[in-house]
């Protein structure tokens, strides 16, 4: 299966933004053991190249690990270089989208109207983060009248009370971040243990 196919088939991307680096790999852990397997490590996060690259060597082929917070495409192919899977953008980086595409990774760009998605997705963006999303669900309903062929991944927002209808309105997928991943608390083993719980939710939800 291919990284993109995975995605879609996964449809829940985990957003671990500010996590210490030797944490990352036991909320990874967490997160795969609790059904959710595609993971994007937010490149302003401490030692972002290095967890990425922990990671990816660490868990295989069990996890499908990427880069976010991606502003250029110089920090999109050190990710690339460092193990990351696929690249994610708060915005529409064309050069960025070219950089990703030339390395193999899948293309994330982060876009709100219709023109940003609709410009994201003709240069090469695989899959469209929508981010922010205003209009909850609505908003991805609409998008979809006009642009049903464009994949979309809502981000920002979206938690157990609403995932679902995000994914009735035509979502491909979702990104969670703080929802999912709260990573201003303690990594104790007993965050761990709800992480994994939580994940557990949120894959029972989308499925």
Known sequence: MSILSNILNNKIVAI???????????????????GVNTLEITMNSPNALEAIKEVSEVMGEQVLVGAGTVLDPETARAAILAGARFILSPTVNLETIKMTKRYGAVSIPGAMTATEILTAYENGGDIIKVFPTPMGPEFIKSIRGPLPHIPLLPTGGVDLSNIQAFMKAGAVG????????????????????????KAEQFVLAVN
């Open 16 to 34: 671990i933004r500010g996590a210490e680096a030797e944490d990352v790999l036991r909320i990874a852990k967490a997160l795969h053991e609790g």
């Open 174 to 197: 979702c990104g969670l971040g703080g929802s999912l991943v709260d990573t201003k608390q303690d990594i104790t083993s007993d965050y761990l243990s709800q992480l994994k719980r």
